[in-house]
């Protein structure tokens, strides 16, 4: 199949969808190496490559080539480093409009080394200064940035301008999520504002306090009543997702427990296929023991199965899904065509290095079949 008629295969991207982003923006600076060094080691790079990064810049990436108008909030200097990430974001159709351009100061920087052995990677952050302040971003911009906006992204990084975002969003009633990585000042007030939420692995139990992860995505939904799902990603072991039941589906029925659940929709994944794949519940009191029950249905999305000579970097992983996520809400995706649409664009990307040469566009043959 030509390239032209693969494009025109593809139908059009939600009409004027458009995706806010504040958060994290950073030149990575990675170096593949053959294994992690030990302390007082010196060892030289097989490769290096240097190219934009931070979660929401890669993220906002993401779904500007997935089809998405993006704008980002954020900061850098008017260094070098600086100029190259605006033209860099620019070149994927992301509006810089809204970023804040620091007279002098540096530019947010990743060391990022890339252990070719165990296919790791390891980052060093050094935060742009001066660090961004609320009071950068006027009024009238951030009313121009949440203007015919159809969704709000935060990675909890620039906690403070992140928050008063979220509260003018909030009040105009456009749908919030959230990327929580780790414990990061500003996350539980910035939680409170969640309509979705996107974990890293460790996330919900070290949050909540909960000992099993299922466990904590029912507490998480107990403690952030506004919250309509959470997704735990566990790497190659795919994600979970609890989705709230709508007040409309609430009904008398017996209570499951979450973890005899997750056990059962296990046992009912296709572990043949090397696609990505998703097995869900029906609408159920969802149980966890210590915590309490929420109706709702659970799911258990696989990721790519992608050969080790294949596997080259998985520094955006994550980005990569939540971009995809973005993506999947506004243009109205259930969870079962979300979730394995998101794990095969955050599986491409881990085909190459960096946290965005291996984004794909919208037109990807891997892509199409969601798509249609």
């Given at each position: 199949?030509?390239?032209?008629?693969?494009?025109?295969?593809?139908?059009?991207?939600?009409?004027?969808?458009?995706?806010?982003?504040c958060g994290g923006i950073a030149v990575d600076f990675l170096a593949t190496v053959d294994s992690y060094p030990e302390p007082d080691d010196k060892i030289?790079?097989?490769?290096?490559?240097?190219?934009?990064?931070?979660?929401?810049?890669?993220?906002?990436?993401?779904?500007?080539?997935?089809?998405?108008?993006?704008?980002?909030?954020?900061?850098?200097?008017?260094?070098?480093?600086?100029?190259?990430?605006?033209?860099?974001?620019?070149?994927?159709?992301?509006?810089?409009?809204?970023?804040?351009?620091?007279?002098?100061?540096?530019?947010?920087?990743?060391?990022?080394?890339?252990?070719?052995?165990?296919?790791?990677?390891?980052?060093?952050?050094?935060?742009?200064?001066?660090?961004?302040?609320?009071?950068?971003?006027?009024?009238?911009?951030?009313?121009?940035?949440?203007?015919?906006?159809?969704?709000?992204?935060?990675?909890?990084?620039?906690?403070?301008?992140?928050?008063?975002?979220?509260?003018?969003?909030?009040?105009?009633?456009?749908?919030?999520?959230?990327?929580?990585?780790?414990?990061?000042?500003?996350?539980?007030?910035?939680?409170?504002?969640?309509?979705?939420?996107?974990?890293?692995?460790?996330?919900?139990?070290?949050?909540?306090?909960?000992?099993?992860?299922?466990?904590?995505?029912?507490?998480?939904?107990?403690?952030?009543?506004?919250?309509?799902?959470?997704?735990?990603?566990?790497?190659?072991?795919?994600?979970?997702?609890?989705?709230?039941?709508?007040?409309?589906?609430?009904?008398?029925?017996?209570?499951?427990?979450?973890?005899?659940?997750?056990?059962?929709?296990?046992?009912?994944?296709?572990?043949?296929?090397?696609?990505?794949?998703?097995?869900?519940?029906?609408?159920?009191?969802?149980?966890?023991?210590?915590?309490?029950?929420?109706?709702?249905?659970?799911?258990?999305?696989?990721?790519?199965?992608?050969?080790?000579?294949?596997?080259?970097?998985?520094?955006?992983?994550?980005?990569?899904?939540?971009?995809?996520?973005?993506?999947?809400?506004?243009?109205?995706?259930?969870?079962?065509?979300?979730?394995?649409?998101?794990?095969?664009?955050?599986?491409?990307?881990?085909?190459?290095?960096?946290?965005?040469?291996?984004?794909?566009?919208?037109?990807?043959?891997?892509?199409?079949?969601?798509?249609?």
């Amino acid at each position: 199949m030509s390239s032209s008629s693969s494009v025109d295969s593809v139908p059009p991207p939600p009409d004027n969808a458009i995706v806010l982003g504040c958060g994290g923006i950073a030149v990575d600076f990675l170096a593949t190496v053959d294994s992690y060094p030990e302390p007082d080691d010196k060892i030289r790079s097989t490769s290096l490559k240097v190219q934009g990064g931070g979660n929401a810049a890669n993220a906002l990436t993401c779904a500007a080539r997935l089809g998405l108008n993006s704008r980002l909030i954020s900061k850098v200097a008017n260094d070098s480093q600086g100029k190259g990430m605006l033209e860099e974001l620019e070149a994927d159709g992301v509006d810089t409009s809204f970023l804040v351009v620091s007279k002098k100061g540096n530019s947010p920087f990743t060391y990022i080394i890339v252990d070719n052995q165990t296919k790791t990677r390891t980052c060093i952050h050094t935060p742009g200064d001066p660090p961004m302040l609320p009071t950068e971003l006027s009024q009238s911009s951030m009313f121009s940035a949440l203007d015919r906006a159809s969704i709000v992204y935060f990675d909890v990084r620039l906690h403070e301008t992140a928050l008063m975002i979220a509260k003018e969003a909030s009040r105009k009633k456009i749908p919030i999520l959230v990327d929580t990585e780790k414990k990061r000042d500003g996350l539980d007030e910035l939680l409170q504002f969640a309509d979705y939420v996107v974990c890293s692995a460790k996330f919900p139990q070290t949050w909540t306090e909960v000992s099993s992860t299922p466990g904590a995505l029912v507490s998480m939904l107990l403690r952030l009543p506004k919250l309509k799902f959470v997704i735990v990603t566990l790497g190659e072991e795919g994600c979970l997702m609890v989705q709230r039941a709508s007040t409309a589906e609430v009904f008398e029925s017996q209570e499951t427990d979450i973890e005899s659940l997750l056990e059962t929709l296990k046992h009912r994944k296709d572990s043949t296929t090397t696609f990505p794949t998703c097995v869900s519940s029906e609408t159920t009191k969802l149980r966890a023991n210590g915590v309490g029950t929420v109706t709702g249905r659970l799911f258990l999305g696989t990721a790519e199965k992608i050969r080790p000579e294949e596997l080259v970097d998985t520094t955006g992983a994550g980005d990569a899904f939540i971009g995809a996520v973005l993506y999947a809400i506004c243009a109205g995706m259930p969870p079962e065509k979300m979730l394995p649409f998101a794990a095969q664009v955050a599986g491409c990307s881990c085909r190459a290095m960096g946290a965005r040469t291996g984004l794909p566009h919208r037109a990807d043959p891997r892509l199409v079949p969601f798509l249609v």
